[in-house]
């Protein structure tokens, strides 16, 4: 039974043990793990559509810039802006916006010029009328201001749109301005196609609010379709109806500059506020996406953590199970057979039974000394068995001669100086016999019934007896209660002389072992009950002496032993209790340190997710850079070729005009002929007026072939005129776009080096972020370790307050 029940003790402290551990490791694991995935989830999708959006901002507002750059570059906008006469720039701007829906991907795209002094000269949306002064908007101000092209999502007359505007300079000269405004719509066509694979969809919205307090009404947006009471979208031809109604439908209000991630319907919305010029919100930007880009991230990591648990659950379980084998197989089923040997010698008696365990551990020591205990006990036995046998047999020249030690010492040699005493009692009883025939009394002797030498004694004191009979016989009844433990009995029967003697001596024994006995009785059952002060304290001799010396000398040991128990397990308790307290502390440094190091890892996670979205962009403006280029190598290419057509122009004119004059040559040589034909036709009279009237028809034409080719004539110089100031114009262009290119080649290399510069200190980052990981893990495995010791430490002091408690039962002198 107690087997079972140390089975059952080792099996549930190990299942509780594996249960705290995998509950502890759960918990942290989700404290550690998962719930601040949900957090950074968010953050990097709201981080993600951010970097979007200001990409797709930033490539329209560059694509504005460059296409008001070129509008400034023109001299028919600069002479316009000079003059204030619009008249030639008219058809330009009138065919501006299908110009770019033809050539580009952006469909409204509107065209403005502007005066040095503010004023709005013409707008392609409005070519009817001119605008008021442009200097309160605040990107024209600043563009008045710095003389440089910028651009801005702003929210004016127009609604929302991209708008930007780059200076007119005649060299130092500032002429005004050229703008242009695009809108946004094909942001929302752009992200459905790079997100198509999650149903990616993009709306704007603009707060009514906003718009109230900016123009004092909310009339520009009355017409737009409301998502809610507050909202409308940016305008109705950018959106489809669907985006539309799933927008309205998933819409949840947030205002001001906050951001928010949030799951409906089972989609993830992100939600971000959208700035005007002067960093004012005027509206709210969002992302539609399918929920399993914010879902799949936490239900990977949240499969991990459980394959995690599971694998180091079962771990445990292994590890336990095969400890709880080992204890099972080197100790308790070793004990048991320890404790079936010991019972069987216990039931038996039979001491010759041997443990068969072999091992070389504590319990193959612990069993070894039990069999060679048995051994000694067994010779013992054995030993003092066959003295005791000769003894019977009347042989008392046998001794016991093992080496023994302790309590089997002690038998040996009461079981030797007994003998030794028989021995000469019987020598003595022998004499006293021969002197009781002769009426000597001063020897005692013993009615026993026995052989050999104890025979011949009883032969030679039977004559001796038959005068002892009546005496003797009350003596054998005293003596026989006695025998059974009954000290009470006295002898009480008159004798004289040397009987009487042996009468009072007989009483005196009777009374000396009563007394012995109860002393032995109360020393006994105080030890039972723990009290280790008892000791015997009668007055005795002989071997009486020697059992009452035995059994003091035993208690005085034990009382020893057990103080010295005692004082190791205090001393055990106070020192556990130390270790116990030593190791919390340790314990909650760790901890502290483990938390530290957790924050620090976290803040070089998110300086490493900074450092990357800057790498990021830094590449992307390097791909940006690079169609630029390209873009610019293109157009001096073309700006050649426009220069080779314009010279092949102007030498095709020079022909003409040979033609030309060749036609003039020939129409002045017609009209000789035709006067000549005229001339004789009169000479011919009335036979020759019809040919005269063809004659004059003929003069007529050549005439107007003449006037025609003179006024052909003037055309063509006056365009050779105009080929030629084109052509001085192209090139100066191709020394402008030569310019730029080298500019272009310059910046384009220095983003490139800041691109490897960010993409070098994003790498580095990323080593430290991973090495402050190992470091945490380090520590969370230290802390670990700190908590076993601590638990090691509570059960030790657990285990040596139970020590303390069960000596407690002992009472000792100290």
Request: glycine content about 6%.
């Given at each position: 039974m ?18 705290l ?288 648990l ?43 039974l ?17 069999n ?22 009347g ?18 040699q ?47 004191s039977?004559?001796?007896?038959q ?81 009452k ?16 128990v ?11 209790s ?79 005009e ?7 040559s ?27 009237v063809v ?79 190992l ?11 700190v ?28």
């Amino acid at each position: 039974m107690q087997t079972q029940s140390l089975k059952f003790k080792i099996i549930s402290v190990s299942v509780a043990i594996t249960a705290l551990v995998v509950t502890l490791l759960g918990a942290t694991m989700y404290f550690t793990e998962i719930k601040p995935l949900q957090g950074e989830v968010s953050k990097n999708l709201q981080n993600e559509m951010l970097t979007f959006i200001d990409g797709q901002m930033d490539l329209k507002v560059q694509g504005a810039i460059i296409g008001s750059a070129m509008l400034t570059l023109d001299d028919k906008v600069k002479d316009a802006v000079r003059r204030g006469n619009t008249d030639e720039i008219y058809p330009l701007l009138k065919t501006m916006k299908a110009d770019y829906a033809a050539k580009t991907n952006f469909r409204g795209v509107f065209t403005e010029i502007i005066d040095a002094q503010g004023q709005s000269l013409l707008r392609s949306w409005k070519l009817d009328q001119k605008g008021g002064n442009r200097l309160n908007d605040p990107l024209i101000k600043s563009v008045f201001d710095s003389k440089k092209a910028q651009g801005s999502l702003i929210f004016g007359e127009r609604g929302v749109s991209i708008v930007s505007a780059t200076p007119i300079m005649d060299g130092k000269t500032f002429l005004g301005a050229a703008t242009v405004v695009m809108g946004v719509g094909s942001i929302s066509r752009d992200f459905a196609d790079q997100y198509q694979a999650v149903d990616g969809k993009w709306i704007m919205l603009v707060d009514k609010e906003y718009v109230a307090q900016k123009l004092g009404s909310t009339k520009a947006v009355d017409s737009l379709k409301p998502i809610t009471d507050r909202y409308v979208i940016a305008n109705n031809k950018w959106f489809a109806d669907d985006v539309v109604a799933q927008t309205k439908a998933l819409f949840h209000e947030v205002n001001g500059d906050h951001s928010e991630v949030y799951l409906k319907q089972g989609k993830v919305v992100v939600d971000l506020p959208a700035y005007d010029e002067t960093g004012i919100v005027f509206g709210r930007q969002i992302f539609i996406q399918d929920e399993s880009v914010y879902s799949a991230p936490l239900q990977h990591a949240m499969n991990n953590a459980w394959m995690t648990l599971i694998m180091v659950a079962l771990g445990i379980l292994i590890l336990a199970t095969i400890i709880i084998g080992l204890i099972i197989r080197l100790v308790i089923n070793p004990l048991q057979e320890l404790n079936k040997t010991i019972t069987e010698v216990d039931q038996s008696g039979n001491f010759a039974l041997r443990s068969k365990i072999t091992s070389d551990d504590e319990v193959g020591e612990t069993a070894k000394a039990i069999n060679r205990h048995l051994d000694k006990v067994n010779q013992a036995i054995k030993q003092a068995n066959s003295v005791v046998g000769a003894l019977a047999k009347g042989q008392l020249e046998q001794r016991i001669e093992g080496n023994f030690t302790g309590s089997l010492m002690t038998l040996k040699q009461g079981i030797n100086v007994s003998i030794d005493n028989v021995q000469t009692m019987m020598n003595g009883l022998q004499k006293t016999l021969q002197n009781l025939n002769d009426g000597n009394f001063s020897e005692q002797s013993s009615n026993v019934k026995a052989e050999g030498a104890f025979g011949e004694m009883m032969q030679q004191s039977q004559q001796a007896m038959q005068n002892l009979s009546q005496i003797i016989s009350e003596i054998n009844q005293v003596m026989n209660k006695v025998s059974h433990g009954d000290f009470q009995n006295r002898v009480h029967i008159n004798a004289t002389g040397e009987l009487n003697d042996l009468k009072q001596e007989i009483n005196q024994t009777v009374e000396v072992l009563a007394k012995v006995i109860d002393e032995i009785t109360g020393v006994m059952q105080a030890q039972s009950n723990g009290d280790l002060t008892r000791s015997i304290t009668v007055a005795c001799d002989g071997e009486l002496a020697q059992l009452k010396e035995a059994i003091n000398n035993n208690a005085k040991h034990l009382n020893q032993t057990i103080n010295q128990v005692i004082s190791a397990s205090n001393t055990v308790s106070h020192v556990a209790s130390e270790v116990s307290r030593g190791s919390m502390s340790l314990s909650d440094s760790v901890q502290q340190q483990a938390a530290s190091m957790e924050e620090t890892s976290a803040t070089m996670t998110e300086m490493n997710s900074a450092i990357e979205a800057n790498a990021n962009n830094a590449v992307n403006v390097d791909k940006l850079e690079h169609e630029l280029q390209k873009n610019s190598v293109n157009a001096g290419q073309v700006m050649k070729q426009t220069i080779n057509a314009m010279g092949e122009i102007q030498e095709s004119s020079k022909r003409i005009e040979e033609i030309v004059t060749l036609i003039d040559s020939i129409a002045f040589q017609t009209n000789l002929l035709a006067l000549n034909a005229a001339v004789e036709a009169a000479r011919a009279g009335e036979h020759g007026r019809g040919f005269a009237v063809v004659a004059g028809e003929v003069r007529a034409l050549a005439q107007k072939s003449a006037d025609a080719a003179r006024e052909i004539n003037q055309l063509i110089g006056d365009s050779i005129s105009v080929i030629n100031r084109g052509t001085e114009l192209a090139s100066e262009s191709e020394a402008v776009l030569t310019q730029m290119n080298t500019s272009i080649d310059n910046v384009t290399q220095m983003i490139g080096d800041i691109a490897n510069s960010s993409s070098e200190q994003s790498r580095g980052v990323n080593e430290v972020n991973q090495a402050l990981h190992l470091i945490d893990e380090v520590t969370q495995n230290n802390a670990a370790l700190v908590e076993e010791t601590s638990a090691a430490a509570q059960s030790m002091q657990d285990q040596a307050d139970e020590l303390e408690k069960q000596m407690q039962f002992f009472k000792t002198k100290s």
